[in-house]
């Protein structure tokens, strides 16, 4: 059973916007979970994107400060990362992560492309 399901990928212009959404299987890691996205393109290591704890505090990469926003939607029970300005960089596969403090457990999702072009 998938604990994380990624959706929202594609391919945009440089310059274009995408919302990217991590859905939970459960109630327990939507609002227990610290859920992470990360991202990783041919060639290179898997890289930290942006990340929202359970009390809501969030934390963005260097790299997309200023144009990645991450955020709980209470609604549909989902973490999303919305990309805006994006640019060929931002070009890779996107993962969700979840993991609950005080436990072993660390789940990751299987990825959604987006693919930036010039």
């Known amino acids: 059973q998938a604990h994380l399901v990624e959706s929202g990928g594609g391919l945009v212009q440089a310059g274009g916007s995408l919302r990217l959404s991590c859905g939970a299987a459960?109630?327990?890691?939507?609002?227990?979970?610290?859920v992470s996205w990360y991202r990783q393109s041919p060639g290179n290591e898997r890289e930290f994107v942006a990340s929202?704890?359970?009390?809501?505090?969030?934390q963005v990469a260097n790299s997309v400060q200023g144009r990645f926003t991450i955020s709980r939607d209470g609604a549909k029970f989902t973490i999303n990362l919305q990309m805006i300005s994006l640019t060929p960089e931002d070009t890779a596969v996107y993962y969700c992560?979840?993991?609950?403090?005080?436990?072993?457990?660390?789940?990751w999702g299987q990825g959604t492309q987006v693919t930036v072009s010039s």
């Open positions: 992560r979840a993991r609950r403090p005080g436990y072993t457990v660390d789940y």
């Open positions: 459960s109630r327990s890691i939507f609002n227990a979970y610290v």
């Open positions: 929202i704890s359970p009390t809501g505090d969030t």
